[in-house]
Every structure is written in C-alpha cells, then in structure tokens.
C-alpha cells in the first residue's frame, strides 16, 4: 500500500503549486478540489442529488459554482447542506483512487483536511504555509476575489498557525526554488522510511 501523504493549507498558501512540485518526484496526485469539480461537472456524481436539495444550483446539467456561491451568501444553512451531500462523494472518489495507485507515495491535497479530520487516515500530513500578508496579497491577485470575500473564506477554515503545529512538515512557500528543495527533502525523508521499513 502507498505512503498516504496529506498535504494542506489555508486558502491560496500554495497547494497546488507545491502538489505539483511531489508529482515531479514521481508521487502520485489527488485533488480534492479536482475532485469536486468533476463531481459538479455534466453528469457528474453529485448533480442528482444537488438538484434534489438546491434545484437552482443546476445549469447545463452540472452545478454551477456562481449560482452556489449566491445561495451560499443568501442562506446560513446552505454550505453545510452542500458538504453533507458532497463530502461523502469526494471521499469515494478518494476511496478509488487509492485502491488503483501503485507509486510509493500517494500526495492528497485536501484544502479541509484538518477542518473534516482526514488527517486521521494519513500517514502524515504536509502544511504549506506564507506569511498572512503573503497570503492576503496573492489571494486578493485574483480574478472576481474581493478582501470581504477572502475574509470569509478565512473565516470558514483553521487558523494557519493551528495548522502549522498539527503537521509533521512545514513548507514555507516564499519561493518556487525553496520551496522546491523543501519537497525534495520530504520526499527523501519518507523514502528513507520506507526503505527500512
Ligand atoms: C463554495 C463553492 C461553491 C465555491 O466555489 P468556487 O469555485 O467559487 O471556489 P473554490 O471551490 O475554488 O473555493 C475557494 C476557497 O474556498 C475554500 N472552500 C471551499 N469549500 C469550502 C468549505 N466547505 N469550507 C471552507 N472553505 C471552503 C477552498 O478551499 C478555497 O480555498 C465550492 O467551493 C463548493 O461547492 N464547496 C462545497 C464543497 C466543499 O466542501 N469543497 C471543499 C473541498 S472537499
Ligand atoms: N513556492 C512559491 N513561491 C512563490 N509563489 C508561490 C509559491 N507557491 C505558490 N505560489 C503562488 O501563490 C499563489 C497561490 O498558489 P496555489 O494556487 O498553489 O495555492 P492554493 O493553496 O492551491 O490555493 P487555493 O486554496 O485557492 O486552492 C499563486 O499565485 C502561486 O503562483
């Protein structure tokens, strides 16, 4: 069975960015929020069920983000309806994806990991962490983000510095290059592990 590595952060801390950086090192890679998406997508697998509970959410037979987002901001109750139904999808997804990888190491980037306690099934968990101004500005850089809607986002997960002190790594992402020889010295810090295992 594959090394189960979780890898985590607030938003925009640099995830993605570094999940790619372990598929480099021949890890291989899931993605919750991939993950999401496909479930969202036409005839994905939660589209039936998120017509059932939120008929307005569906458009084009898949479930429109934009029309979430505003039954989100309208309904206190509505994300955790969402996450009841989503939630359970996406650990399936996961489910099979680990039964069919062969790589030693198997990397999950999970944006709630700790929010929904999925650390519980890791054998350990990679943080990726900025400075908050850091992460603010690259955050606010986007497209449509506005900082209200960034303080909810932030609102809504762990604070960093609880995340920091749950992991057995930190990654700082200050720079691609340092950032690239972090993931260089985790990786070879599990397959030596694993090699006297
Ligand atoms: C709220 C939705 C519609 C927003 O979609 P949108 O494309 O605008 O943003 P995106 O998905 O990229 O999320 C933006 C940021 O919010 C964070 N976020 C997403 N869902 C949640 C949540 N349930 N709780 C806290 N943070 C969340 C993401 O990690 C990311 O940092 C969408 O994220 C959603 O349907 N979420 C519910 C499913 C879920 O919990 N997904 C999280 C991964 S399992
Ligand atoms: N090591 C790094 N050095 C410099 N910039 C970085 C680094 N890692 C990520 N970034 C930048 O930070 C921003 C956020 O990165 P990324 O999209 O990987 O974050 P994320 O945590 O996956 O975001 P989200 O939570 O929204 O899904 C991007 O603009 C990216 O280019």
Known sequence: MSFRLGLTGSIGMGKSTTAQMFKDHGCALWDADAA???LYGKGGAAV???????PDAIENGGVSRDRLREIIAADADALPRIERIVHPLVAQDRQDFLAT?????VVL???LLFENSSETMMDAV???SVPPEVQRARVLARPGMTAERFDLILSRQMPDAEKRARADYVIETDTIDHARAQVAS???DIRKMLAHA
């Open 109 to 111: 980037d999970i944006p």
């Open 48 to 54: 039936a069920a998120m017509q059932g509970a939120f």
């Open 101 to 105: 990888a062969t790589e030693d190491i």
């Open 126 to 128: 990679v943080v990726v």
């Open 186 to 188: 985790v990786v070879a």
């Open 36 to 38: 999401v998406h496909r």
